[in-house]
């Protein structure tokens, strides 16, 4: 059965994605797919209330596989107008944006959770990095010169990021808990270089047109799955002999399901773990 993709959703520009793209796209999103039902189990086998950078891990590949889902069915493109090497329109593929926009901050949120940076600095590098991603899809948008503009802003809030990973977060106070240190200096290393070449891969397709379509998903599926599932499978591995307190994650708000049901049992409400219990009364 072949695939039949582009002749159900034909490509809406002159210079689109072929079958041959569309079946390197299937394959990219049954590996983002795959990784999802493991990052699942691996989950369910951890203890309640330790399970925050796995769930972390599950939303970002969830969104990565519906991502890649729709680019594969040929879903989630625009033609805009080319500006260089030759004419007619390209696609502008929004929906990788959209994914972008959404697992781009909580990568960088999984990373920087390990470290003992502020809360004010953790927002501020995860806005620049949301920022990072609309300068990326309004440059992609837009076909004049203005769009190496919006290239430029995006740079440097990409060099803001470099900064915070390989600079400040390394020289903050981190946990005396083993390991941790060097599973944060693994992960922020392997994740900055991956990011050096998000920009070339930009300039080469929706900025300069230098490559086609079906080489920009080659390019940005391998990027994508090098820092989504090899970057999330691999910080993890590191991540799993450290103690959990150590994170200083103190919520309490996990759901506990046996608590509940022995006071259902017992016909008593449900009690909100926030509240304090009333006192007994004193009899005399």
Sequence with gaps: MGNHALDLNPPNANYHLTTHGSDWLWAAFSVFATSLLVMIVLDFMRPRGTRLFHQLAIIILATASISYFSMA???GATPIPVEFRGTGTRQIWYVRYIQWFITFPLLLLELLLSTGLSLSDIMTTLFMSIFLVICGLVGALVHSDYKWGYYVFGCAALFYIWFVLLWHAPRASFAEATGLRAAYLT?????????????????????????????????????DILAGPGFLFLFLFQLRNVDYAAFGLHSGKYTDYGRSAVRAEKGLPAQNPSVAPAPEPITQ
């Design 187 to 223: 992960g922020a290393g392997y994740l900055s270089f991956m990011l050096i070449t998000y920009p070339i891969a930009w300039a080469c397709a929706e900025g300069g047109n230098v490559i086609s379509v079906t080489s920009e998903m080659i390019w940005y599926g391998i990027l």
């Design 73 to 75: 069915s040929d879903l």
